[in-house]
């Protein structure tokens, strides 16, 4: 099966604060993404990578950034953390290089509180 | 662009009754069609797909059939229980282009 892991699964920070999500995966999968979701806006896309030290902005991506050093491993950074960032944070993973067609399989997800 | 549509909920039902979540989608070329389904606290997990018209994608008593005329994948299950309570999501994907388009969610509550 695949499992795709998330640090937190509940984080409380300050505004202005430097926020690291970690996602892992273990199927060696070529594609990542991040998603917030929000009540009544569904998922929305932060960034995607589809390769190692690849990485491409999704639908929402101002105030984050991403980090993938290693093929397992996606890391969401909030460089200063603000308010409008409370949200709840999914991790995917997919097969298929640069093609997107294919199942993606989720995280359970990080409820961040930015106080 | 492309799109997904879904019906707003919350939607609740009783027990045994029969469920229908419509889906409909906007997309060039030929999607996949996906139902994701997300229980409490949990992340998404995929219920079943569709990749090409005239599909049909079923598990645990769910189905959808892709449906290009109408541009619909609705969900439907003939008898819910309690442990269907959770949030459906709709979604597309295309074998060209690199994004997977999520519908806004319907929450399912069923009672005994």
């Known amino acids: 099966d695949v499992k795709v892991t998330q640090s937190s699964r509940y984080l409380v920070k300050r505004t202005g604060e430097k926020v690291f999500l970690e996602c892992v995966q273990d199927m060696d999968h070529e594609n990542m993404f991040w998603y917030r979701q929000d009540p009544g806006l569904g998922l929305r896309l932060i960034y995607f990578s589809y390769d190692v030290k690849m990485k491409e902005k999704g639908d929402i991506p101002e105030g984050y950034s991403v980090s993938r050093e290693k093929k397992e491993r996606f890391s969401l950074i909030l460089e200063s953390a603000s308010t409008n960032q409370t949200s709840m944070y999914l991790c995917?993973?997919?097969?298929?290089?640069?093609?997107?067609?294919?199942?993606?399989?989720f995280g359970p997800g990080t409820r961040l509180t930015v106080l | 662009g492309d799109s997904v549509t879904q019906m707003e909920g919350p939607v609740t039902l009783s027990e045994e009754a029969f469920l229908t979540i419509n889906c409909t989608y906007t997309?060039?070329?030929?999607?996949?069609l996906f139902w994701y389904v997300q229980y409490p606290g949990e992340g998404l997990q995929l219920l079943l797909k569709a990749t090409k018209a005239d599909d049909k994608g079923s598990n645990k008593g769910f189905e959808a059939t892709y449906r290009k005329e109408t541009t619909s994948f609705h969900l439907e299950k003939g008898s819910v229980q309690v442990s269907d309570s959770a949030v459906y999501f709709c979604?597309?994907?295309?074998?060209?282009?690199?994004?997977?388009?999520f519908g806004t969610g319907t929450s399912l509550t069923v009672i005994p």
């Open positions: 995917a993973s997919s097969n298929g290089g640069a093609e997107f067609y294919n199942e993606q399989f």
């Open positions: 979604a597309l994907s295309k074998n060209t282009g690199n994004q997977f388009y």
């Open positions: 997309a060039t070329g030929y999607p996949s």
